[in-house]
């Protein structure tokens, strides 16, 4: 299936089954739920890219989206080819070919294809009809994905969303976490401060069965636990971009 092409300005009456919508260029198509649409060079994709004029780095069949239940599964279908799923805040994912993931939990995403010379072909995806009624889910901010109770004091809170706050804010390859001289600016403290205090948290959160950070080793200072102990903040719901703008409220 193709998907449906459709009207830069049309919008589907309420009646119409969930959805996600595909944009590229002038070209926009509506996913009903279940169905699949490809992507890539080729005359028989339903989304065409690279061909005016024709960019022989991309593949011709590219990728494929196929609507689940609460989300896209894309599918990098070249053989050859990285594909990058870049999101329009957070930390874009590359797919190795034959490579799948879901869009989960991003409402809107770029789909970007490289080709020669490094131009960048971007299919940008918005899957927020999918979900309509269906509030993002949040975690208890002392409960981690792993079910350990972590209770965080306000130090602790304030530097872990500083650490945060590039990954909450920004998107493609800025979205990393924040250095520690960063965070110490952030907060109004020395980036030893910061390390120290955030190193002390990683410690107790390995010591607690966190998995994300029981892999590092805790005699090892220099080790850079930063992003995994960012990641498990954002996904385990404990910080968020209520606690990035709480930065700037006084201490």
Partial sequence: MTGIRVPRQWAPPPAVSPYAIVSYGTDRRVLLSGQELTIGRGADAAVRIAHRPADEHVSRLTAT???????????????????VLRPLVGTERMLEPGAA???????????????????????????????????????????????VAVGLTGP?????????????????????PATYREVGERVGRSPDYARTVLRRLRGQLAAQGVAALVTFSLEKVYEDFRPALARWAINSGTITVADVQALDAPA
Avoid: W
């Fill in 65 to 83: 989206l196929r609507t689940l239940d609460d989300c896209v599964l894309i599918r990098n279908r070249s053989r050859s080819k990285q594909l």
């Fill in 101 to 147: 993931t879901t869009s989960m939990p991003f409402p809107e995403f770029l789909v970007v294809v490289t080709g020669r010379f490094g131009r960048e072909y971007a299919v940008h995806v918005d899957v927020r009809d999918l979900t309509p009624d269906r509030p993002r889910p949040v975690l208890d901010p002392v409960e981690t994905v792993d079910g």
């Fill in 156 to 176: 602790q809170r304030r530097l872990l969303a500083a650490l945060c706050e590039p990954l909450l804010t920004r998107t493609g390859s800025r979205a990393t």
